[in-house]
């Protein structure tokens, strides 16, 4: 056998004479690599297998994509405006989608429960104050956001995240700098602060694939779009052209 | 321009036949709003809704394409569209299944058979694709090219054929170099080994 490794398929799907496969063990255990490769062969064909899944859908953004340019072409000329409003769009159900992630992480660290938390979050959603004054570190920065001041809310951030802070804390600092960021219309920080986030939801890949489109970094926006379900591309795709 | 959804072993010998021939396949199958309409009438008829019904369109294609693609010698029996439809009611009604909504009353009897494979198990999920699709796009378009056909059972002459590549041997030193590389990106990066549900 030339090359252990072109055969590491033949090895794990049993197509060796015995004469090789003894070959091929006897390598295997002097050879830690070739023995992790093998360990590896599983999950290195889901990832072959999928090259096709991942080819198929970019195909089918495109066709989608082609017939939304067609459709907005012959139905909105204004079509920054209508960007724009998207945009606006995104960015009031991002603010949501903040406030209630925060709120499901502090629930299940136990720092809230039950009615209490569903005080907490209409308290947030109410300008995050209590009596006027803000009631934790996070209520602080939320109070910032909500309020409009964006640049004080980043600011605040950025100092507390040099602290030690929870995992699921940190995250949802960076969801809210991101939608800061993108508010603030600084689309290219808004694009790199998403690619920070850790397990980005559908609502953060998308405003990721916004943030890209207004930077104007068409290439890198369609490798998101291709990322995206069908439905949100069906919804979006034609932005990027 | 020909209509291939409409001929089954015309369709197969499309898909495997070259990413841009697969492309046009792709390309009229979305079009086809007649059998997108279908689909997605089963699903707003079936506790879904437009947007639902859209999704499964899509699924059902992707689902049909990469089985096509991944099993060489593969026959659709029945018309494509029939083999669409049967497709996304299935991955309609495993979806209800996992949202807790499944009434065996409530949906309608699927008569078209799908195949005797576990196809269906074959689509990924949203999170292992976002995970795939990122450590995909770290990977050279040449490799890709070469592992995709490779996996569909393509012969190192035909993948030579297909990618320009001078010989048999280039090919196959290609392939052998980008398993090497793939081996060695998962062996630095073992949490996406543990993330990555093997299909």
Redesign the interface.
Known sequence: MK?F??H?DDYINERMSPEERAAFDLELAINS?LD??VK??????????????????A??S???AE?SATTATTRSPAKTTKLRSIMRWVAAACTIGAVAMWGLNGYQHGQMEGDILANYVQDISLGGTKGGQATSTMDSVIHYYNTNQRAAAITRIDQLTKTNLLEEDLITYQRIRMYSLFYSEDYNAAAEQAKKLKG?T?QD?ELLYFSLVLAKRTAEAR?VL??M???AV?RVGHFVE | MQNITEDADLLVRQIRAGSAERKNAVKQLVNNQKLKNKVVSYVTRNSGDKTDGETMFHDAIVTMIKTVFSKPGYVITSHPHAYILGVAKHLWMNELRKKGRHSSTSLDVVAEPISDDNSLSLMMTGDTRRIISAVLDQMAKNCKQVLMLWSGGYKMTEIAAALEYSSEGMARKKKSNCMKELYAYLQEHPHIVERIRPI
């Open positions: 090359d490794y072109d590491i690599q992790q490769a590896n062969h599983p999950a290195a064909m889901s990832l072959i297998e999928s090259i096709i899944e991942e080819e198929t859908r195909s089918i495109e066709v989608i017939s980005m559908p890949t490798r291709s990322m379900d069908s439905v069906a």
